[in-house]
T-cell receptor, first 109, second 113 residues
Framework: RKEVEQDPGPFNVPEGATVAFNCTYSNSASQSFFWYRQDCRKEPKLLMSVYSSGNEDGRFTAQLNRASQYISLLIRDSKLSDSATYLCAKGGGADGLTFGKGTHLIIQP | DTAVSQTPKYLVTQMGNDKSIKCEQNLGHDTMYWYKQDSKKFLKIMFSYNNKELIINETVPNRFSPKSPDKAHLNLHINSLELGDSAVYFC????????????FGDGTRLSIL
């Protein structure tokens, strides 16, 4: 089983809708989780860290469920500019991040 | 004022050559990394390095070697390039600690002819 798994999509969503996707992980020793956004032919950019208590940043909400070993990302009132690939990652520190393969999101006008 | 910068942005070379990619960060971070993103877009850690320790992903061939002249730089040397080395290579940096997010350079696109 891969350490971090994501549905690759694509998710086709109309502008203004709410979209959510999950990422499952194994090896629960990891304490840190992140969502990154990657645009085509660009570098991954940190979207948000994911905390056990859940966290929100504007239209974006991330949650961590340790019991079921998944993290989620919710995007409200989606914009055309939200179209990108969303990568979840676990770990960090000296071992680096372990990434999922990403979920491709397309916001349609 | 680019935080993590890599050069070159594009690198096209022939099989068997030796090449280097440079990375510099001005964020004051003490840990730097190299990642490889292959044609299937899978992003995988290759190395992490701080001034005390180099951690190598066991799947990385020993043709790849990181070299750090100082805390702000981590260069990647690749010997005897092979077709399968074609990929995008990303440098990243962070403060030490598992809960510290990493910041990425904009990538070096390596194509082997």
């Amino acid at each position: 089983r891969k350490e971090v798994e994501q549905d690759p999509g694509p998710f086709n969503v109309p502008e203004g809708a709410t979209v959510a996707f999950n990422c499952t992980y194994s090896n629960s020793a990891s304490q840190s989780f992140f969502w990154y956004r990657q645009d085509c032919r660009k570098e991954p950019k940190l979207l948000m860290s994911v905390y056990s208590s859940g966290n929100e940043d504007g239209r974006f909400t991330a949650q961590l469920n340790r019991a079921s070993q998944y993290i989620s990302l919710l995007i409200r009132d989606s914009k055309l500019s939200d179209s990108a690939t969303y990568l979840c990652a676990k770990g960090g520190g000296a071992d680096g991040l372990t990434f999922g393969k990403g979920t491709h999101l397309i916001i349609q006008p | 004022d680019t935080a993590v910068s890599q050069t070159p942005k594009y690198l096209v070379t022939q099989m068997g050559n030796d090449k280097s990619i440079k990375c510099e960060q001005n964020l004051g971070h003490d840990t730097m990394y190299w990642y490889k993103q292959d044609s299937k877009k899978f992003l995988k850690i290759m190395f992490s390095y701080n001034n005390k320790e180099l951690i190598i992903n066991e799947t990385v061939p020993n043709r790849f070697s990181p070299k750090s002249p100082d805390k702000a730089h981590l260069n990647l040397h690749i010997n005897s390039l092979e077709l399968g080395d074609s990929a995008v290579y990303f440098c990243a940096s962070s403060f030490t600690g598992g809960n510290q997010p990493q910041h990425f350079g904009d990538g070096t696109r390596l194509s082997i002819l």
